[in-house]
Structure formats: C-alpha cells, structure tokens
C-alpha cells in the first residue's frame, strides 16, 4: 500500500488531458486552459520547484504501469473530445485553434512521454499502447527511429536526434523532423530487406504507418469536414514540436567519441520535481539511455550527468530565444573542449 501511495505522485500527468477534456466539452475561453496551464503554471512552477536526487524506494510497478495505462486512455480520450467538439460546433471560430494547440500539448507532454516509456517496454501489448499514441499525433516512425537509431548512436553526428554544439531549436526542428522519419523509413527497409521482404514494402512499419495516417486525415475530411482534420494535423504538429524540443534538450552539445559506451554523460537530466513527475521521470534522462527498458520509476539521478538550469518546462522559453540558451548552456557544459572537438 505505502509504494502505491508513493507513486501516485505520477497522476500528476493527467492533469493537462482532464483541462483538455473539460476545454473540448464546453468550448469558448476554456479552450485555452491548457495552454495556460502548461506555459504560464508549469513553466513558473518548474522555475521555482526543489530538485530532488533521492533514488527511488519502491519498485513494485502497480501504480506506476497503471498510470501508463490511464495515459493511453487520457490521450486518446483529449483527441476523440477535440474531433467531436468541433464537429458537434460546441468548439468554434478562432476557438477550433486554441483547442487544437492545447490538445497538442497534452499530446506532447502526456501521449509522447507515456509512448515513450510503452514501447521500450518488453511486452508486446505495452509496445502497442506505445505505437497507439504515436499513431494519434502522425509519429508512429518513432517507434523505430528511437529504439534502434537514437540509442544506439546518440551524441554522434549520424543521430538526427541529437542537437548539436550551437544549432538552434529552430534549426533542429528543421533538420531533425524529416531526418528522424528519413531514418526510421531506411532503418525498417534495412530490416525487410534482411527477411527477404521488399524494402518499402507493406512490411515496413513506417511504410505502413504512413499509409494509415493519410487514410485517417482522408477519413476525417470524407465524414466529418476538412476543418475538423485541419484541427486534428494541427495537434500534431503542436505535440510533435514539443517532443522534438525535449529532445533538443536532453542531448544539445553532448559528444559521443566513436567506439565509447553510451555513458551518464551523454545526456542532459534534471531533478526538479514538477518535470520529473508530470513527465514520467523523463527527465532523468541519463539513467533511461544507459537502460533503456528500465521502468520510469525505478530511474535515477547521476551525479556524473551534466544538469539542465531549470526543468525541461522551465527551459522552454530560454529555448525560443538561442542567445539567452546557448549562455546558459555553456555555463553548464561539462567540457566545452569535448564539444569543440566534435
């Protein structure tokens, strides 16, 4: 009962998808609440909230998987609201946009983290759950760009998903967006190949991954309307961006030799407890790379890692501005002569 209750502190996760919910269902200003929510409350409490380092105390997962589980429903739950929403017009005019920003959010912070910790899950059904909510916001080829590209060649310049030495979050975007699905397409035709399958075959999951994707956009403009899909790709893009902001993050400016082990220093962490906790424990970043499977809340904190200034919501908005970021970065790289070097 005390690991339960010790866990619980992850139900904090749902917190945007219940104002996503209520905004979707009653429309007008309360469309926006997650939006405020998540970049006026969050990123003030970030700011101000206690690191804690403690190492984790209770393994039994219960809690813990079950709030994976609620995620997958919460998420699935926000994007259903916003499609019906629209469509029954209780969200309408400039209403329809802030809803989809603030169901793309939830998207980001909920639907993505909690895919993220599914799919290196080794259950098959887990995995599934994952790749369900990577479907709902059009990145189900994360599924294999994470797992077999990103972790096996973070902090070298053949990881689309590592941000290098003074790039922008702009320029990251730019580049890692098409690179990271370009790579996951490549990575499944490698893998098809090796099976004797045709390479971008119906057998390559990205492949495939695509083709559905276009059917739902197709299927929502078909039945319901092309503003309702609009709405839809809208949230998607909003919690797509957002992903790839932690991502930029998590590894800016940190340089893998070729031939070193992925090792505690190879990622940005942070311990300041709002992130850690809406965020699945996401956060302690280096300790997920150097296991990947390692379930979120049994996750530590390396005295090794380098450590972000603020909480991955306190970091958004010195993110925007790359001046303002790359000072503060610089002040907190491990070696800057390592970084030079790559």
Known sequence: MKSRLSHSKYLLSLIPSIIVIAGNLLGGYFTLGNFFFTFVILVIADMLAPSDKTAP?????????????LAVTFH?????????????????DVFIWTAAISTGLNAGILGI???HELIHRKSKL???????????????HFYTEHRLVHHVKVGTAEDPATARYRESLYSFWLRTIPGQFISALQTDASRQKRKNHAAYGLYNFSVRAVILQIMVIAALVYFLSPVVAAAFAGQCLVAIL?????????????????????????SWQSDAITSRFTLFELTRHSDHHMLAYKPYHTLESHEESPELPFGYFGMFYIALLPPLFYKMMDRAMPSKEEVHSA
Do not use: S
Request: aromatic residues 12%; without cysteine; charged residues 15%.
């Open 126 to 140: 887990m995995q599934n759950l994952g790749i369900w909510n990577l479907f709902l916001v059009f990145y189900a």
């Open 242 to 266: 957002l992903l790839e902001y932690v991502n930029y993050i998590e590894h800016y400016g940190l340089v893998r030799a070729d031939g070193v082990t992925v090792g505690k220093e190879h």
């Open 76 to 92: 699935t739950a926000a994007i259903a609201t916003l499609i019906y929403g629209i469509h029954a017009e209780i969200v309408n």
């Open 113 to 115: 983290n909690a895919a």
């Open 57 to 69: 105390q209770e393994m039994d997962a219960t809690m813990p998987d079950f709030v994976l589980i």
